[in-house]
């Protein structure tokens, strides 16, 4: 009896694990069925996408053929997210009349609101998607709810807000620096100044706040700005900035005075030097080397001699060089009281094989 039992219960257990493996056989079958034909049907909405994009740059409107089959496709949602996705995506492709047309397609099947129903969505990707989306098809009506993301917690947010801001407003949209409070990105900030094509006359008090700001990623970006646009009259304040407590902002400040070209910017490098740490000093006498000064020579043949640093060494002795200074560059190197690392930092900066 207790056999028979046994053989009962070990079918009854074989019985089940078969019965569980057709289960997830089928399963799979289903689920491999069902991912075959959503590929299926996304190539034939990409096909007739890709065709309604490219007759609309192609054609004039009263050339192009009839869209009765893509208009009856425009009533899915999910067609009509994927056809915002190409629509941005082919925007930045093309320029000029093509980026036009590309927009009016946009426009014409009112695909803002799917744009738009993104902003009201709890995951970070989707929300910056959407502002991306919105900026890169010129909704300028869209920047009051895209400036409320200025302050969202997400980097991934906020930094599409912040470049929608200054891409469709222009130097105006740079207002949210007067409060950043976040670091931005050396990408970002490139970005930024990419969009900011000119600077109203009156805009150089904002300018002169930035210089001040406590958040030292906005004094950076700031320099690069004044750099670009070579603001000249910032001379002065940024000379101050070669104090600030920051040595990337000192560095950012000796680079944006060289781009400024003033006839006493050497010599007030000179004053500083003594006083900057060891990278911001090293910047300055690169500074020098590309200035060519006469006025440096001192400085960097002391700085060759004396300071301990054999980065600063490498290049002091690069920039005498630069300075045409050769023959002392090669009096130095065989002079016996001089020893072997700096001469071999002289043999490198005369370009010679060690």
């Given amino acids: ?147 409320g993301f200025l302050l969202h917690p997400s980097p991934q947010v906020y930094q599409e807000a912040q470049y929608a801001m200054v891409s469709l407003k222009g130097f105006e949209g740079l207002n949210f620096l ?44 700031t320099l690069k700005l004044i750099r670009k646009f070579q603001l000249l009259s910032f001379y002065p304040e940024v000379t101050g900035l070669l104090v600030h407590p920051s040595s990337e902002v000192r560095i950012r400040a000796v680079q944006t005075l060289v781009s400024l070209e003033n006839p006493s910017t050497m010599t007030d490098f000179t004053e500083v030097y003594p006083h900057q740490p060891s990278e911001v000093q090293s910047e300055i006498i690169r500074a020098m080397k590309v200035s060519k000064d006469k006025n440096t020579t001192e400085l960097l043949k002391k700085e060759l001699s004396e300071n301990p640093a054999s980065g600063l060494k490498v290049h002091a002795a690069e920039a005498l060089f630069s300075l045409g200074h050769h023959e002392y560059l090669v009096q130095l190197m065989r002079n016996e009281a001089t020893s072997d690392e700096l001469v071999q930092i002289v043999k490198y900066a005369l370009q010679e094989k060690i």
Avoid: C
């Fill in 1 to 147: 009896m207790g056999e028979i039992t046994s053989v009962h219960f070990f079918v009854l257990v074989l019985s089940g694990i078969l019965l569980l493996v057709v289960v997830l056989i089928i399963g799979v079958l289903l689920y491999g069925f069902f991912q075959y034909r959503k590929s299926v049907r996304l190539s034939g909405w990409l096909e007739n996408i890709n065709q309604r994009i490219s007759e609309a740059i192609v054609y004039d409107e009263q050339e192009q053929p009839d869209h009765h089959a893509f208009e009856q496709l425009t009533g899915n949602s999910s067609f009509r997210n994927l056809f915002l996705q190409k629509l941005v995506d082919s925007e930045k492709k093309f320029s000029g009349m093509a980026k036009d047309k590309i927009r009016d397609l946009f426009n014409r099947y009112g695909l803002r609101h799917e744009a738009e129903q993104k902003l009201d969505r709890k995951k970070a990707f989707l929300i910056a998607a959407g502002i991306q989306e919105l900026t890169v098809m010129d909704s300028r009506d869209a920047l009051p709810g895209i400036s």
């Fill in 178 to 221: 007067n409060t950043a409070k976040e670091k931005i990105s050396e990408w970002q900030q490139l970005r930024l100044l990419f969009s900011v094509a000119t600077i109203p006359e009156n805009s150089l008090p904002a300018v002169r706040s930035w210089l001040m700001s406590s958040n030292d990623s906005v004094v950076v970006f």
